[in-house]
Structure formats: structure tokens, C-alpha cells
């Protein structure tokens, strides 16, 4: 199992530009997050998707739109990005239904907005 | 709403020191703790974790015990290595059905020879 994906690895825009950031997982969970990641900010959540075909808010959801593609598929997009959204962002997904398991983390994007 | 407490970092420490990283939360009912560590360019990856209280988590030389009456998950380690440098982040979540983390700001460990 490959566990959590994401891609790209790294990505350089400018402002204003879109992109889009994709996640998927082989684990067959029902949960899937996205989080943004500052220095001395620990882990923020921006949306999160409890299951196939319903997505929720997070802390902080402004300049951000998600899609829950299939099961597998959860993707973030920025469709104007500012310098503000420099970070790195982790998408991280949960086996929904057994509360004491855990949320497993892809290796990150390290997005830079010049 | 549920929060989480970690001291402050950076903590420097010389190979074979002992480590604690303190944790403290707030949480309404009974939360489940985890503590997660992060690697230099890697994702966060689970440690250890313990879901009622007294109970104890443990995993690579390091533990944690789940303190109910102090509200407290300090994790320890009784001899540091090099490749124990990362960033360390304690975590709970409500068991309420949300399965929502939330997440301390972590602390950075580094391990000098």
C-alpha cells in the first residue's frame, strides 16, 4: 500500500495564478483532511470531507475550494493564490467509525506564492 | 473547544540525555491523546498513543501516559539519539464522532553527538 499521495511535491506560483493540489489514498478510509502547515503555527485544518460526497469547513477555509472526487480522491484548489498561502500542505485521511484509530499524513506540497 | 498545550521550543539536548516534552489539554469527555513526530521534509507519522486514562503508549524508546486528573500527555525518552531529531507534536481528538485532530504547535527536538 502506498498509503497517502500527494502531488506535487514542490510548486512555485505566481500571485494570482491557480493550481491545484491532488491527494489520494489505497487505505479505503471514508475521512480525508487537508491541513496547512506554519512555522510556529503547528497544523490548521482548511476542509475536511467526513465522506464521500460531503465536505465541511475547517479553521481556515478563505481563498481554498475542495472536491471529494471518489473515495480515493480528495483535492484542494487555490483559485487565486496570494503570498498568504505560502505553506506546506498535508492531506491526511481517517478510517471513519473507529475512534480510537488515527489520521494517517501524506509527505506534503511545498508551495511558495511569489 | 478542545486545545492542546506544548512547551515551547527548541529543545537542544547532547545523545544519550533524557527527554520530556511536555503536553497539557482541554477537552470535554474523553479524549483520545496521540503524540506524532515529523521528520525534515517528511509528513507527520504516529508515535504512540493511548485512548483512556492511565493508559500508557509507547514506541521507539519513547512513552507516554495519559494523565486524566492533571490533563496531561508528556512524552518521554530516557536516552536521546541523533536520529531523534524532528519535530514532535502532541494531538487529541474528541472521540464525539468528528474524527477532527487537534493538533499542539509541536516542538522542535535536535540531538547533538
Redesign the interface.
Not at chain 2, 103 to 106: R, T, Y
Given at each position: 500500500n502506498a498509503g497517502v499521495t500527494q502531488t506535487p511535491k514542490f510548486q512555485v506560483l505566481k500571485t494570482g495564478q491557480s493550481m491545484t493540489l491532488q491527494c489520494a489514498q489505497d487505505m479505503n478510509h471514508n475521512s480525508m483532511y487537508w491541513y496547512r502547515q506554519d512555522p510556529g503555527m503547528g497544523l490548521r485544518l482548511i476542509y475536511y470531507s467526513a465522506s464521500e460526497g460531503t465536505t465541511d469547513k475547517g479553521e481556515v477555509p478563505n481563498g481554498y475550494n475542495v472536491s471529494r472526487l471518489n473515495k480515493r480522491e480528495f483535492s484542494l484548489r487555490l483559485e487565486s493564490a496570494a503570498p498568504s498561502q505560502t505553506s506546506v500542505y498535508f492531506c491526511a485521511s481517517w478510517r471513519a467509525g473507529q475512534a480510537t484509530d488515527t489520521q494517517y499524513f501524506g509527505p506534503g506540497t511545498r508551495l511558495t506564492v511569489l | 473547544g478542545n486545545s492542546v498545550t506544548q512547551m515551547e521550543g527548541p529543545v537542544t539536548l547532547s545523545e544519550e540525555a533524557f527527554l520530556t516534552i511536555n503536553c497539557t489539554y482541554t477537552a470535554t469527555g474523553y479524549p483520545?491523546l496521540?503524540w506524532?513526530v515529523q521528520y525534515p521534509g517528511?509528513?507527520?507519522?504516529?508515535l504512540l498513543?493511548a485512548?483512556k486514562a492511565d493508559d500508557k503508549g509507547s514506541n521507539k524508546g519513547f512513552e507516554a501516559t495519559y494523565r486524566k486528573e492533571t490533563t496531561s500527555f508528556h512524552l518521554e525518552k530516557g536516552s536521546v539519539q541523533v536520529s531523534d531529531s524532528a519535530v514532535y507534536?502532541c494531538a487529541l481528538?474528541d472521540?464525539a464522532?468528528?474524527?477532527?485532530?487537534t493538533?499542539?504547535?509541536?516542538t522542535k527536538l535536535s540531538v547533538i553527538p
Open positions: - | 483520545s496521540f506524532y517528511e509528513g507527520l507519522q504516529l498513543k485512548t507534536f481528538s472521540g464522532g468528528s474524527y477532527q485532530l493538533f499542539g504547535k509541536g
